[in-house]
């Protein structure tokens, strides 16, 4: 069984750096045609993919975010991880990991952490 | 980028009627369409791929159809537990995008 577990801060700073950590059961991240992504939404809104990582580390990133965003994966620990810098209100949302499936569709999604800018 | 627009943003319906949300591209993205559904505070599911095709475990009464920039999710006959958010996703291009989601309400 597929699982997928987000954890990180729930309160960040305006400024600060975010590091949110996908841990990841039932498949490894380094088998080949794997993929996982991150995908946010901010409360009452529609969803919003920010990036995702392949098996093979490549990687591609919402351009909007592009910037501020950096996906990575620790292959010992079976987890994928997302950094967002210089957060503002503006990226408060629940943020969702999710294992990628065929073209570039998700399922199943972790739970979702909600992360809340504010000072 | 690929903008998705789905339709209506909210629809009021009674159990056993028949629903349909579209969802339009802004370019031609062939069959490469999901549609999932989420009810509140959850994350979404995976419910149909590749335009037409079921995930395992999603109820017959969920179908879908349509290539190129017109899509359109069905279900036949609307069940209570049915009363959530659908979302449709495009997946031939990056960056992958979503449409704004349809609430589908108790009447």
């Known amino acids: 069984q597929i699982t997928l577990k987000e954890s990180g801060p729930t309160l960040v700073k305006p400024t600060q750096t975010l590091t949110l950590t996908c841990t990841c059961s039932g498949f490894s991240v380094t088998t080949t045609g794997v993929g996982v992504g991150w995908i946010r939404q901010s409360p009452g809104k529609a969803l919003e993919w920010l990036a995702l990582?392949?098996?093979?580390?490549?990687?591609r990133y919402s351009p909007s975010l592009k910037n501020r965003l950096t996906i990575t994966k620790d292959a010992s620990k079976n987890q994928v991880v997302l950094t967002l810098t210089d957060m503002d209100p503006e990226d408060t949302a629940t943020y969702f990991c999710?294992?990628?499936?065929?073209?570039?569709?998700?399922?199943?999604w972790g739970q979702g952490t909600l992360v809340t800018v504010s000072s | 980028d690929i903008q998705m627009t789905q339709s209506p943003s909210s629809v009021s319906a009674s159990v056993g009627d028949r629903v349909t949300i579209t969802c339009r591209a802004s370019?031609?993205?062939?069959?490469?369409l999901a549609w999932y559904q989420q009810k509140p505070g959850k994350a979404p599911n995976l419910l149909i791929f590749?335009?037409?095709t079921l995930q395992n475990g999603v109820p017959s009464r969920f179908s879908g159809s349509g290539s190129g920039t017109d899509f359109t999710l069905t279900i036949s006959s609307l069940q209570p537990e049915d009363f959530a958010t659908y979302y449709c996703?495009?997946?031939?291009?990056?960056?992958?995008?979503f449409g704004g989601g349809t609430k589908v309400e108790i009447k």
């Open positions: 990582i392949y098996w093979d580390d490549d990687k």
């Open positions: 590749a335009a037409s």
């Open positions: 996703q495009q997946a031939n291009s990056f960056p992958l995008t």
């Open positions: 999710a294992h990628k499936l065929d073209w570039s569709w998700f399922e199943p």
């Open positions: 370019q031609d993205i062939s069959s490469r």
